[in-house]
């Protein structure tokens, strides 16, 4: 179970960088570690809520790692909640608390970097409890499963028990019980008639309540009353489940009793919109902030859209929204008019109210150009390079061989461009040269580069003996299909040593998210560990050699 510990705060990190193959020098871990509770026994009341804290005391250990289960009697207590000390940064697993068995687990786990360890007594959580009846030296323990993890070693070698007596507290702790709820099945008011609700307690019913919600009151609530109440005014119409309670002096609540009805409304009134405004300041972006929307209706708003038409909209339109939108995206720049509407769940649809605004957009930057490869000396026999760059906003480049070439003159455009990652395969190259290339790029405005970007690199003349001996570049898979929040893991071998290498991978449309940037280890390798988040579909990645500039196979995996 150590290796649970170790494999939970691996993949609790969403690794983007490599891991490299590397022997990791552990310290000694001794079976010396001490789990113990804050206090030995505790003596209360019937009713009460009582603390009790785990410790962690390591011993000679680093302890990066703590499982915690415990036993209890849910006859005697109930477990009301689990809290993780601050001492650890991160929940591996629960908390889970099973009231019915009597038990409670949570793992915790120290997540830093650089890695920092548990070495002093420290709190491991919080278990909270409420006494629910008598009893002498009933035990909070640990059972043989709890342990705690030092460099992936298990170190517990003593589990010390916590135990607690209650005595009865003199008050009441008996809650009412409804005996019946009856009201109509149908009903074509929000105002319904309660036909009866009655309750009954050990001592007496000292207040009578209902609600829409299955969330038990608190005694303090808003709205009991001294009697039960005649009727209800439920929120909207619609199937509604009508739920009665009740409690006495003591404050102690009932189990809820509920029953059923159906509200059907007539409703032929169009909801009111009472606030439209948006800032009257003149705006550089097309994404206008709405500063109020507000609408009403005799029963209930359901829908809200802003609109640049006067014309209103069908009931059916997808636009509309649950909530009053707090921007609106115009559809181009200029003197704008924007139309607020809403409608009810009948598609009853309001009249309009507008607010205008002026958008002016002057976008004079060009694209910025960045992460040229290949750079340097490529090794001999290299026949093909990748050119490639990564522009900070969608743009369409193209290069030259020949400085200072106006953009619209150049005639070489990269074959994959028009967002952030450009690349342009460049053939028949040879050893012992020397090659430059200039890079112009132009985004949506029409801005371009005044300057070029360059991209120079040479072929060596003769393949020294480590290239000759340098193996086949390959990357690879885990796993060919896979599950969304299953781990997929990447490695690649082959690479230049100790060198960065960039990884791309195909979003859900087919396109390529700019490049990862990863080092590769001492042999030429990595590795990344990547828990999957994707929509489902087919997925695609390769790999640039950024000192060579030569790239993998594209290897592909399947989201189901």
């Not at 009846?133 to 009933?138: L, W």
């Not at 500063?291 to 636009?319: K, L, N, Q, R």
């Not at 896979?482 to 040593?497: D, N």
């Not at 050699?545 to 790239?551: A, P, R």
Request: aromatic share 8%; glycine share 6%; charged share 15%.
């Amino acid at each position: 179970m150590a290796e649970r510990i170790i494999n939970k705060l691996l993949i609790s990190i969403f690794v983007l960088s490599a891991i490299f193959v590397a022997n990791i020098n552990k310290a000694s871990a001794a079976t010396n570690a001490t789990l113990v509770f804050d206090q030995s026994s505790v003596s209360t009341t019937v009713g009460q809520t009582v603390n009790f804290i785990a410790r962690i005391n390591p011993g000679t250990n680093e302890v990066g790692g703590v499982e915690l289960y415990i036993d209890f009697d849910p006859a005697v207590l109930h477990l009301e909640s689990i809290t993780r000390s601050g001492n650890f940064n991160t929940t591996l697993s629960g908390p889970t608390i099973n009231n019915t068995a009597g038990t409670g687990l949570i793992d915790a786990g120290l997540l830093t970097n650089p890695a920092t360890y548990i070495t002093t007594n420290a709190d491991v959580a919080t278990f909270v409890f409420t006494t629910l009846s008598t009893a002498s030296n009933s035990l909070i323990s640990f059972t043989e499963t709890s342990n705690a993890s030092a460099h992936g070693e298990y170190v517990v070698a003593t589990r010390i028990d916590s135990q607690i007596t209650i005595a009865s507290s003199g008050i009441d702790v008996t809650a009412p019980i409804i005996s019946n709820l009856t009201i109509p099945s149908t009903a074509t008011t929000l105002v319904v008639p309660i036909t009866t609700f009655n309750a009954t307690d050990n001592v007496a019913v000292a207040g009578y309540l209902l609600t829409e919600s299955a969330t038990t009151p608190s005694d303090g609530a808003s709205g009991w009353s001294v009697n039960a109440p005649s009727n209800y005014t439920f929120s909207s119409d619609g199937i509604k489940t009508l739920y009665a309670w009740a409690k006495d002096a003591d404050g102690n609540v009932s189990e809820s009793l509920n029953a059923s009805i159906t509200v059907t409304l007539a409703d032929t009134t169009s909801p009111l919109v009472t606030t439209f405004n948006i800032s009257s300041v003149i705006y550089e972006t097309l994404i206008i902030p709405i500063v109020t929307f507000t609408a009403t209706d005799i029963i209930g708003v359901t829908g809200y859209m802003v609109t640049e038409s006067s014309f209103a909209p069908s009931a059916g339109a997808s636009e509309w929204s649950s909530n009053a939108p707090i921007n609106y995206t115009c559809s181009s720049a200029g003197e704008k008019t924007l139309y607020a509407w809403a409608k009810d769940a009948e598609g009853n649809i309001s009249d309009n109210l507008s607010d205008n605004v002026t958008i002016i957009i002057n976008n004079i930057t060009s694209p910025m150009i960045t992460n040229g490869i290949p750079v340097g000396k490529l090794s001999s026999k290299t026949n093909s390079v990748n050119l490639s760059v990564i522009t900070n906003e969608n743009a369409i480049c193209k290069f030259s061989s020949n400085s200072n070439t106006l953009y619209d003159n150049m005639s070489a455009t990269f074959s994959t461009t028009g967002e952030t990652t450009h690349y342009h395969p460049i053939n028949g190259v040879d050893d012992g040269k020397d090659y430059k290339y200039y890079v112009k790029c132009k985004n949506s405005d029409s801005n371009v580069n005044e300057g070029d970007y360059q991209i120079s690199f040479s072929i060596e003349k003769e393949s020294s003996s480590d290239d000759k001996k340098k193996p086949k570049r390959k990357i690879s898979n885990s796993k060919t299909k896979l599950y969304k929040g299953e781990t997929l893991i990447q490695r690649g071998s082959g690479f230049s040593k100790k060198a960065d290498v960039l990884l791309y991978f195909t979003k859900a449309n087919g396109s390529y998210y700019a490049p990862l940037k990863v080092r590769t280890s001492s042999s030429g390798k990595f590795v990344i560990y990547y828990r999957v988040n994707k929509p489902a579909g087919k997925y695609s990645w390769y790999v640039v050699d950024t000192k060579t500039g030569k790239k993998s196979k594209i290897r592909s995996y399947t989201i189901k």
